[in-house]
Each structure stands twice: as C-alpha cells, then as structure tokens.
C-alpha cells in the first residue's frame, strides 16, 4: 500500500509534494481562540493544518529550489495546496541519517520544545544534584525532555505516563530513574518515594490533577517548564488554566516560577538546537520511543507511480 502523498501546486512560488504530516495534540485548533499566535484555529470546511514535510516540485520562491525537503507548522492536509513559499523551512535530512521523520520529532518540533523548555525554563545545573519530574513523560516531547534534563545535568529524573508499558520503557530503555503509572498508582505517595529529596524541576505537559500533587511536592526555588496542559484541553477554560489557591500559594511561598513557555518564540535558536539534538541522536545519547517506518523515498516512488499512470491514461 503506498503512502498517502499530499501535491501541493502553488501560485506563490512553491509546488511541492507533502509527505509527511504530524498528528499533534493541538486540541486547541479546536477552538476559537487557540491560545497560542502561532496557531491558527481550524475551521470548519476547511482542511486541517499540522506539521508536515514535503518535496518541492516547482519554486519561483527565492531560496527554494525543485528537490528541496521543506517543513511547515502550518501545512493543510488535502492533496493540493497553495502555501506560502514563507512558511516553509528547507531541512537537510543528512544531519539526522536521512531520517525525514525526524524532523516531525527528535529533531522537529517535539525535540525543540523539549530542549528550548528545559534550557529556558528549567535553570538545570551541572553537579547542582537537582530531581526533575517529567509528565505526560512518554509522550513525543516527555521522552525527550526527561533524556535531555539528564543530559543537562539533572540528578534524578522520573516520568508519570499512563501504563505499565510505558513505565517500564522510560526506566528500562531511556534512563528515567523511576516512572509511575498515574491510572494505576497513587500519584502523591508514589512521587514521595520517587522523588525523596522533593522536586526542583517541573516539565508540566499535563497540568490538573497530576501537576497539582507534582507542584505540592516541589522544593523552594523550584521551576516549572509550563510546556503544555493536556489534561485541561477538552474543557472550557482560558490557557494556561487557572490554578487552584492552595497551588498559587505553594508557588508563591517556595518562590517557584513558572512561567508560560512556547518553543516558537525561540525560532532564533532553532539551528543551534536543531544540531545540538542531531548530535545526540548521532552519539546515541538521545534515544527515541518509536520510529516511523515510511521514509520519504516510498513517498517519491508513489508520486512516481501516479504520475506514470496518469500519463499511461490520457
Ligand atoms: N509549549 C510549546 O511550545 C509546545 C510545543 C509542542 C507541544 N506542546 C504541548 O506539550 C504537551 C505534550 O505534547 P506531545 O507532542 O508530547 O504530545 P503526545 O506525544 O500526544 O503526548 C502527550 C501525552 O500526554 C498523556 N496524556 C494525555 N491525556 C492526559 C491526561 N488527561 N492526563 C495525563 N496525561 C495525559 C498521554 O499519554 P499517557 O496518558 O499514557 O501518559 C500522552 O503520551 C501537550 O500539552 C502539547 O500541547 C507545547
């Protein structure tokens, strides 16, 4: 079966062929206002927009050239588009082994919020025996985020996730020094024998319930990477969520800052960032959960395949 493609013809400079896109769990495209500039709402009869990767066919935009590999944040998914020759960014795959997928994670947008947050947000230090808790931690940007606190000097680091599975792949296979399973477990006791000298690093993907026994357990001067709040997407609340007075006042009391964290307003570092998380793959430091088995060559070849029966038709 070969891979759905996306052609995208453009008036504006571009055409190009999609083959990738991300599922993302920007729940917020749902609603009016998203909550974040950088995100468009998605509207009804309109296609959906997601990140995706594709190979440019045609281009008139200056910068990009037929058999170039282009992202968007913000590409539609339908078979033929016109997008803005502005909105994409060429990548160079050879700096991930070929691995276009990458770019939808390690090295995409997952990779970047993982690093970005933790190096903005999260004041880790070298030998400075900090514990760093992940949540939402064997998600695209938790698992990242908990190698990369590790990497970043953190003493201890431990995710809450949603199954034994998952638990066991965070501690067996990428490093995490504990994991709890927070359908199964009592979150606030778990997390005090986890986490014995409390918690000073906080990557929040999650928020409700779950940031709330996270943050009662945090230690003065703690931070919190405000990354994400999935729990709280489906309702009708502003972002980030209110929190609960006992919660304000443990932030208020510890001194513990959290401040609202969006990986696209650091589009400045990105190249760093970018290489810096290439070399890890590279080195084996930076281990990923899953792999997608498709790669842009199955994309080239049903493109191929199509335009050759298109042909043989007329
Ligand atoms: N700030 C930024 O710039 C930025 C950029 C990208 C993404 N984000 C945010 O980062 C967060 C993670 O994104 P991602 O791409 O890593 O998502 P993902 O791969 O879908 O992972 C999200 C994880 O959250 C867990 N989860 C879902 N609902 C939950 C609930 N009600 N309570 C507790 N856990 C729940 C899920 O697994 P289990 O339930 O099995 O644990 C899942 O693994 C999201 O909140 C997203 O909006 C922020």
């Known amino acids: 079966m070969p891979p759905p493609c996306l052609m995208l013809d453009s008036r504006d400079g571009v055409d190009g062929m999609m083959c990738r896109t991300s599922l993302s769990p920007d729940r917020c495209q749902m609603n009016a206002d998203t909550g974040a500039d950088y995100l468009r709402p998605w509207k009804l009869g309109k296609a959906i927009e997601g990140t995706g990767i594709g190979l440019v066919e045609q281009s ?5 050239a037929p058999g170039d590999i282009v992202r968007s944040f913000t590409w539609p998914w339908q078979l033929r588009s016109t997008l803005p020759g502005a909105s994409l960014n060429k990548i160079d795959p050879a700096i991930v082994g070929g691995h276009v997928s990458h770019f939808l994670g390690a090295v995409g947008l997952s990779g970047l919020t993982a690093l970005l947050g933790i190096r903005v947000k999260g004041h880790i230090r070298q030998n400075a025996n900090q514990t760093v808790l992940i949540s939402g931690a064997a998600g695209s940007c938790g698992h990242l985020a908990g190698q990369i606190a590790r990497l970043e000097g953190a003493a201890t680091v431990v995710g809450i996730c949603g199954s034994e599975e998952k638990c066991r792949v965070l501690v067996e296979e990428l490093g995490f020094d504990g994991a709890i399973n927070y359908k199964k477990k009592n979150v606030e006791a778990e997390l005090q024998s986890c986490c014995p000298r409390g918690i000073d690093v906080y990557f929040d993907n999650v928020g ?8 009662r357990q945090m230690n003065e001067g703690g931070h919190i990477v405000l990354c994400g709040q999935i729990s709280q997407y489906n309702k009708d609340v502003p972002y980030p969520p209110p929190l609960l007075n006992d919660i304000e006042q443990v932030l208020h009391q510890r001194s513990i800052t959290r401040e609202r964290f969006l990986v696209l307003h650091y589009q400045e570092r990105f190249a760093e960032s970018v290489a810096q998380l290439a070399a890890w793959l ?32 007329k």
């Open 282 to 313: 590279a080195d084996g430091k930076l281990k990923l959960i899953s792999q997608m088995n498709m790669v842009l060559t199955l994309c080239m070849k049903w493109q191929a395949y199509r335009l050759h029966a298109t042909c043989s038709n």
């Open 208 to 215: 409700g319930d779950i940031s709330n026994s996270v943050i």
């Open 60 to 64: 008139e935009f200056e910068g990009l």
